[in-house]
C-alpha cells in the first residue's frame, strides 16, 4: 500500500496537474503515488510495485466507432488481488489523456467473444472525449487472454471466481478503481461531479448491462451494442442452422445461401422507399419475402482454403476449406432459409428461439465440407460447439465430436441447462431496471439491423421485456415515452455484427454515439434520433422505423404497428419466462 507520507508529498504536483505537461507526470513514480488505494468496499489489494506508466504521443487511432483523430496519452497499469483469494492476479490498464483536454470523465470499454477487452480497439475513445479510459484482463493471465482458457480449472471442475469476474465482476471493479485513479490524477474531490461511461458491443455489450442490472449508480450513460443477452440462449444457438438442417436432410452450400441472402437484400432493398442498397426495413421483408422466389438461380463461389473467425468476434465460426461450387437454388435450399429464418421451434412446434432478420448473411447456418464423403454438414466451428463442450460438458475442448443425435429439443434442453447453471453470472436479462433509472443513468443502446450473429431481434425481445416489467401497467404508448426518460435503442440498418455490413456497404455505423449519451447525461439533451456514417444518415429511435417517400428524397421515421408485431417473439419452448 501507499504511505499516506508518500501521497502528501506529492500533493502539490497533483493540485497544478492541470498546468502540467503530460510528460510531467507520466512517470512511475507520479502513478504510484495516486494509484486508487482509498477503501473502495472491493475487498482487494493494489501491488504498488507493479505500476507502470508509458508516453505515447501524436497517435493516429481510427474506428467505425470513432472518428479518426490523433492523441496523446499516458498509459498506467498496475495489478490487484482479491484478500484472501490465493494466486489471484488482476491486471488493468488506464489511457489518462493529457491535462489540458481531461473533460471530468472516465470511461469503461469491454469486449467481444470470449475476450473482456477489445484492447487498442476500443480504448482510444475514452481519450477522445478527454475522459480516463480503463479496460481489465479479468484476472484471466494478461489483456490477450480470454475467458475460455480460465474457466476450467479440471475437467468437470468449474473456474467460479474466473465466472463471476467475466460475469460482472471485473468490469464493476475496472470503474470502481478507474474512477478513483482519475480522482486522484486529477485532485478531483468527493464531493466535486466525476462523470462516468461506458461503451461496449457484443459480449462488451452484455458487459454493459451486467453493471446497469447490479450497480446502479456506476456509470451516468452507456452505449451498448449488440449485447450477448440470454448467454445460454445465444451461444447454443449458433448451433440452429445445423439442427435445422439435419431435420431436413439437406445442408445447403453455403454458396446457395450466400445467393439466396444477395436476392433477398436486392428484393427487399427498396420496400423501405430508396433503393440504395440496404434493407432498411428488414420487418418488412420478413412480412413480404417469399424465399421460394429464389429456386432456380444460378450461382458459383470458386473454391477456397477457409478461414478463421476474429478472436474477439467470434459469435459466427470461421469458414473451412471449401470446393468450387456452382449450380442453382434448389426448392430445398429455400426450403431451408425460410426455416433457418424463422427460427428455431421444437418438435412439439413451440418456439426455441430466433434467427437474424431476412438479409442478414447465414453464417449460424455456415456448412463445412466433408472431403472423404464429399457432402456438406453441419460445421462444428466457432462458439456454439465450443459453448457446448466446454461450459455446458465441462470438457477441455474447443468443438463437439460429431452432430449425430443433435435436434432442436436438443438445443433447447442445453438452453435450459445453461441458463440454470449460469443464471446469476452470464445469462444478464434481469428485466427490472428501476434502480438505474432512479440513479439518474443514461442508456444508447444500438443493434446492427442485419446481424448476422447477435440477432437484431435478440434486443427488441430484451427492450420490451424492461418495458413491460416497468411499465407494463400503462399502455404501450405511454411506456414507451416513459422508457425515452433513461432508455432509448436505435437498429442501424443494414448493420452487421458490431461493424458494417460487406454485403450492404451504405448502412454504415454510427461513429459519435458515447458523445450523444454524453451530451444527455451532462446537459439533458436527449436524441430523438442518432447520427450515422454511412448513406442511411439518421437512425430512428425504437419503436419508429425509417420510410423515405418522393422516391427516396424525403425521410421519415414512422410508427408502423404490423411492423413492430413482427419483432415480438414469446419463447414459449421454455416453461418459464425467457427475458
Known sequence: MVRASRVLAVGSVIATAHAASLADYCTTDYAASVLPVQNLGLSISVDVESVSAALTTN???????????????????????????????????YLVPSPEKFNGRYVSTGGGGLA?????????????????????????????????????????????????????????????LGQQLTRNFFNISQDDKLYSYYQGCSEGGREGWSQIQRFADLFDGLVTGAPAFRFSQLQTNHLSGGAIGQAMGYNPP???????????????????????????????????????????????????????????????????????????????????????????????????????QPGSAFSDAASQYNAETEAWEPSLSGLGPQYVARWLKLQDKDTLDSFDNITADTLRDWMALGEQRYYDTLQTTWPDISPFRSAGGKIIHIHGESDPGIPAGSSVHYYDAVRTAMFGDVDYDEGISAMDDFYRFYLVPGGSHCATNVDQPGGGWPATTLQTVIEWAENGNAPDTL???????????????????????????????????SWMYKFDAFKYPVY
Open 59 to 93: 497517435k493516429t487511432v481510427s474506428s467505425i466507432w470513432y472518428e479518426t483523430a490523433v492523441i496523446d496519452y499516458c498509459n498506467v497499469t498496475f495489478v490487484y488481488s482479491h484478500n484472501g483469494l490465493a494466486n489471484d492476479v488482476v491486471h488493468v490498464s
Open 254 to 356: 453455403p454458396c446457395e445461401l450466400e445467393k439466396i441472402a444477395n436476392m433477398t437484400i436486392a428484393a427487399c432493398d427498396g420496400l423501405d422507399g430508396k433503393v440504395d442498397g440496404v434493407v432498411s426495413r428488414s420487418d418488412l421483408c420478413k412480412l413480404k419475402f417469399d424465399y421460394n422466389s429464389t429456386i432456380g438461380e444460378p450461382y458459383y463461389c470458386a473454391a477456397s482454403s477457409g478461414g478463421s473467425p476474429s478472436l474477439r468476434r467470434r459469435q459466427f465460426p470461421g469458414g473451412s476449406p471449401a470446393p468450387e461450387q456452382k449450380g442453382t437454388v434448389t426448392a430445398e435450399g429455400a426450403a431451408f432459409a425460410s426455416a433457418f429464418s424463422n427460427g428455431l421451434i421444437d418438435s412439439a412446434g413451440k418456439r426455441i428461439y430466433l434467427n437474424p
Open 116 to 176: 473482456i477487452n477489445s484492447g487498442s480497439d476500443s480504448s482510444p475513445l475514452g481519450i477522445i472525449v478527454g475522459a480516463v479510459s480503463g479496460i481489465t484482463d479479468g484476472g484471466f493471465g494478461n489483456f490477450n487472454t480470454q475467458y475460455d482458457k480460465a474457466f476450467l480449472l479440471a475437467p468437470g471442475t468449474v473456474n467460479w471466481q474466473a465466472t463471476y469476474m467475466f460475469g460482472y465482476q471485473a468490469h464493476h471493479e475496472l470503474a470502481t
Open 531 to 565: 447520427d450515422n456514417a454511412g448513406d442511411v444518415s439518421t437512425l430512428c429511435k425504437w419503436p419508429l422505423r425509417p420510410l423515405w417517400s418522393g422516391n427516396g428524397t424525403s425521410f421519415d421515421c414512422v410508427s408502423d404497428s404490423a411492423s413492430i408485431d
